[in-house]
């Protein structure tokens, strides 16, 4: 089992939908990152979440420590969100290393 | 001010031969960090490096090396390229234990 998992791992919608993508882990962590991935490799740091929710335009984060799980949420979706979504966990403090979930794939539909 | 930028955007090379990619980091940024993200996989940490210092290693062979210089920027190393090195490697730089934030990637195709 991936200590990250992330589901779903393809997303079709049609603008204007309200997209949850949703993470869950299996180890102690610092910190959970969301990442954007478009064509071509380039990666986005979307947010940086150790508690709570953290709201950024049309995208909202959210975590439960005790749950292991996190979601992130596009609302009013268009066909620019469409992109790889990653999750990934910083697992101690003071080594930064990130482990990465396999990632979810969204398209988004005029 | 820039991003993390990286050389080369692509590179090909044979089985066997040695390759050298390089990072620069943002400004004010002392920490970096390795990935390599094979097709359809998500990224997996090589190293990362933090004041000049290795301060982590991931799963991968002897094969795979790196330093950071005095200014902070960064190269990996990989000796005797297997077909299987082919993958886009990625670096981020962070300024300690905040956000780390990712370069362009350098695509590595071994033939």
């Known amino acids: 089992k991936n200590e990250v998992e992330q589901s779903p791992q393809n997303l079709t919608a049609q603008e204007g939908e309200f997209i949850t993508i949703n993470c869950s882990y299996s180890?102690?962590?610092?910190?959970l990152h969301w990442l954007q991935q478009h064509p071509g490799g380039g990666i986005v740091s979307l947010f940086m979440?150790?508690?709570g929710k953290k709201k950024h335009g049309r995208l909202i984060a959210t975590i439960n420590i005790q749950e292991k799980h996190s979601s992130l949420h596009i609302t009013a979706s268009h066909p620019r969100d469409s992109a790889v979504y990653i999750c990934a966990v910083a697992s101690n403090f003071g080594n930064e290393k990130l482990t990465f979930g396999t990632g979810t794939r969204l398209t988004i539909i005029p | 001010d820039a991003g993390v930028t990286q050389s080369p955007t692509h590179l090909i090379k044979t089985r066997g031969q040695h390759v050298t990619l390089r990072c620069s980091p943002i400004s004010g940024h002392k920490s970096v960090s390795w990935y390599q993200q094979v097709l359809g996989q998500g990224p997996q940490f090589i190293f990362q490096y933090y004041e000049k210092e290795e301060r982590g290693r991931g799963n991968f062979p002897d094969r795979f090396s790196a330093r950071q210089f005095p200014n902070y920027s960064s190269e990996l190393n990989v000796n005797a390229l297997l077909l299987g090195d082919s993958a886009l490697y990625l670096c981020?730089?962070?300024f300690g234990l905040g956000p780390q934030f990712f370069g362009p990637g350098t695509r590595l195709t071994v033939l």
């Open positions: 981020a730089s962070s």
């Open positions: 180890v102690g962590i610092s910190a």
């Open positions: 979440l150790s508690s």
